[in-house]
């Protein structure tokens, strides 16, 4: 099964909005950089009247500061459901992504960001910046409903638009309910080339102004352990530990270019992919299956390399947010989830 790492970046547009973690996240789509990212020391100019009329009106939820989308995320390039809540009030932005481990997500409070993943039990305080919301994606790229394939299906109102790079294009389709406008789903295709297309399907379950403002804190900090201020031998135990509990093998670890012993100087992203990459669930771990990290072994395979597989999960589910990749050579698969 393929598993994805949502980086924040991705996770705003994910959620409407494209990690998991910020820089990692659970479900991300590719390796490549967001436009959006790469653009952010020089930003676009907004332009006001890209937006088709159907989705201008959804903007005047996004354009609130206040409001709180809940989506679900389903997949050609993995299986099962994700499924994303972000919340923001003004500066302050929370997500959460829940997927078949367990949950993760990121908060930006007081002008301090965090990520957090329950599934390892560990936070970091990150400095990366909140990603752009997909109506703020749209307006910055200049983009603008097709017309010859925005109008009513049997269904739904539609509206499409299309970002074209030099070797990929991400379509996205926008679904508004008939009777009263609001929107129903919305579809990314990311079309490669010499690479099957990868079909994403957001549909949203709830999105309104205003937020709960009880979810704008850090309190898993009194819970979960802070990754960055563990010394060597402390993540080595931790790691273990973590490695142990969700069946990790010293196969798997090979398969991620890293040895045992490597455990103690990994990072936070590294782990975060390992768990989601190769976690078993735990009424599904096998305690007979290959022989786990922590065993004692005579002839443990040290590995060719320490770069990581391209395939790994949400989003670090970025509003595990979604955005349009760049042209990057490295147009892999790797899916957090992010913003929304």
């Keep these: 099964m393929k598993k994805r790492t949502v980086c924040a970046a991705l996770a705003a547009l994910m959620a409407l909005s494209l990690a998991g973690c910020s820089g990692s996240d ?29 989705l201008s009106r959804v903007a005047d939820i996004y354009d609130s500061g206040s409001y709180t989308l809940e989506c679900t995320l389903t997949s050609t390039a993995f299986e099962g459901t994700v499924k994303i809540k972000r919340a923001v009030s003004g500066g302050d932005i929370y997500q959460l992504q829940t997927e078949h481990l367990g949950s993760h997500g990121f908060v930006t409070v007081g002008g301090k960001s965090y990520d957090f993943d329950y599934v390892c039990g560990m936070y970091r305080q990150t400095e ?20 010859n394939r925005s109008g009513s299906s049997e269904e739904y109102d539609t509206e499409q ?19 009263d406008g609001h929107l129903v789903k919305y579809v990314t295709t990311y079309t490669v080339e010499g690479q099957d297309d990868i079909i994403e399907t957001r549909t949203v379950d709830r999105l309104e102004k205003g937020a709960d403002e009880s979810l704008f804190n850090a309190y898993f900090t009194d ?118």
Excluded at 26 to 54: A, F, H, I, M, Y
Excluded at 165 to 176: A, L, N, Q, R, S
């Design 128 to 147: 990366t910046e909140p990603e752009l919301n997909i109506i703020d994606t749209i307006r910055r790229l200049d983009l603008k409903p097709i017309q």
């Design 161 to 179: 638009y299309t970002y074209t790079g030099e070797t990929y294009i991400t379509v996205m389709d926008f679904y508004f309910d008939k009777t």
């Design 223 to 340: 819970d979960l352990v802070d990754f960055s201020a563990l010394s060597e031998d402390e993540k080595l135990g931790f790691c273990r530990g973590v490695c142990a509990s969700w069946g990790i093998t010293t196969d798997e670890l090979f398969n991620m270019g890293i040895s045992s012993s490597e455990l103690k100087t990994i990072d936070y992203e590294t782990l975060f992919r390992l768990i989601y990459t190769y976690g078993k669930p735990h009424e599904a771990a096998d305690d007979t299956s290959s022989q786990t990290p922590f065993e004692e072994s005579s002839s443990e395979p040290e590995p060719e390399s320490n770069e990581a597989p391209d395939e790994s999960t949400e989003s670090n589910s970025d509003d595990s947010t979604e955005s349009v990749p760049d042209n990057s050579e490295n147009e892999s698969d790797t899916a957090d989830t992010s913003a929304e």
């Design 26 to 54: 659970s479900s991300s789509l590719s390796d490549s950089k967001p436009v959006t990212e790469q653009t952010s020391s020089q930003p676009l100019p907004v332009s006001e009247g890209s937006l088709g009329e159907k």
